[in-house]
């Protein structure tokens, strides 16, 4: 087993090289000396590594804990790499969904504008561009409409 130590003291090769942990854990380490977790396991009896991050952003527990979670989803007989793709792609479509406060501002002006004369309608537009979008435009709103 890999010790935090052990890690630490690993150098860089002139080819990339690998030090086992235990049950498909590995740390692969680059000529440049960048160290990568990686698990290695079986799905439909098909020999696949998935990689779990980098060392030390990655540590020694949180890649034996993502270990033991892909674990878990092969057990339930799911891909961890497709789950893990999935995850991103569904996080990606989130964050494409998510409305910041300006979106929500020129709603909010188009939806009231038929209420309002032309005058007011220019004064609500040019005051939210002066006093609010340059300080909280960007802040993304959550599903409750509060400001995160």
């Not at 034996?64 to 674990?71: E, I, L, N």
């Not at 709603?107 to 609010?132: C, D, F, M, P, T």
């Not at 300080?135 to 995160?148: E, L």
Request: charged content about 25%; some cysteine.
């Amino acid at each position: 087993m890999i010790t935090d130590q052990k890690i630490k003291s690993c150098k860089a090769k002139d080819k990339i090289y690998r030090i086992a942990d235990a049950n498909g854990l590995a740390l692969e380490i680059t000529p440049k000396g960048v160290k990568h977790w990686r698990y290695r396991y079986r799905f439909n009896g098909k020999a696949t590594m998935a990689s779990l991050g980098t060392y030390p952003l990655i540590s020694l527990a949180e890649a034996r804990s993502a270990r033991d979670r892909f674990k878990k989803l092969l057990f339930e007989g799911i891909n961890p790499s497709a789950a893990k793709a999935q995850k991103k792609i569904q996080l990606l479509k989130q964050e494409q969904e998510r409305k910041t406060f300006g979106d929500m501002f020129y709603e909010w002006h188009v939806q009231n504008s038929n209420n309002w004369s032309a005058r007011h309608i220019k004064k609500v537009e040019q005051q939210g561009v002066r006093y609010l979008l340059p300080y909280i435009g960007s802040s993304f709103i959550d599903p409750v409409n509060q400001i995160v």
